[in-house]
């Protein structure tokens, strides 16, 4: 039962553009997401999160959107870069308790010069 | 400053040997997380050491797998008998506390991979 999905495995952008990545959660459960982004031979590193009570988040060209009532959470990254090259992870978690991590299966971003 | 450490970070075994992997968490951290990543696969959480309290074992697959964390700090998993669905990426997180007064981020090693042969 894959509570966290990422239903794109790839996806390719011209840099400078918009990078949107999708994400859908089935436990109503979970209070707090975030988004990880993983080079090879390396663990995931934090990238932006976002708690239940809000519907968006902002970090300098990253941003999360949460919408509750359907589950749907996605990271834009404008504008790409080269070096955003890599796979993202989204997470979810529950504030109380261990907060461990559900993770979807990841989407592999390359940005094309 | 140091992050979280974890050896080694490649092991190949054959299937039926035991295997050791360690984790070094950040100095200070009392939550500590063991998660795998199998091939094409997400990460799937195994188990949850925090402070002194028992650890949360659900997500371990099977009791070939267990684990334990030291005076507080560095952690071992230990899987016995090894079979070849072990083969994964086995990554270790640390936190500043998971006490539910906010969200503490999970810092990530850079993973065991294992390969059951």
């Known amino acids: 039962d894959q509570q966290v999905k990422q239903n794109s495995p790839s996806l390719s952008v011209q840099e400078g553009r918009i990078s949107i990545l999708n994400c859908d959660y089935t436990n109503s459960m979970f209070d707090y997401f975030l988004w990880y982004k993983k080079y090879p031979a390396e663990g995931p590193t934090f990238l932006i999160s976002i708690s239940s009570i809000k519907d968006k988040n902002e970090d300098g060209r990253f941003t999360v959107f949460l919408n509750k009532s359907a589950k749907h959470l996605s990271l834009h990254i404008v504008p790409s870069q080269p070096g955003d090259s890599a796979v993202y992870f989204c997470a979810a978690s529950v504030i109380q308790g261990a907060q461990k991590l559900v993770f979807g299966q990841g989407t592999r971003l390359t940005i094309n010069p | 400053g140091a992050g979280v450490s974890q050896s080694p970070s490649n092991k190949v075994t054959e299937k039926g040997k035991d295997v050791e992997l360690r984790c070094d968490p950040i100095?200070?951290?009392?939550?500590l997380y063991w998660y795998r990543q199998s091939l094409g696969q997400g990460l799937e959480f195994l188990i949850y050491?925090?402070?002194?309290?028992?650890?949360?074992k659900s997500g371990l697959p099977s009791d070939r797998f267990s684990a334990e964390r030291t005076g507080g700090s560095v952690s071992t998993l230990t899987i016995q008998r090894t079979q070849q669905e072990d083969s994964a990426v086995y990554l270790c997180?640390?936190?500043?506390?998971?006490?539910?007064?906010?969200?503490?981020?999970?810092?990530f090693g850079p993973g065991t991979r294992l390969t059951v042969t």
């Open positions: 100095s200070g951290h009392t939550a």
């Open positions: 997180a640390s936190s500043l506390a998971s006490s539910g007064q906010g969200f503490y981020e999970q810092y």
């Open positions: 050491f925090q402070g002194n309290s028992a650890p949360d």
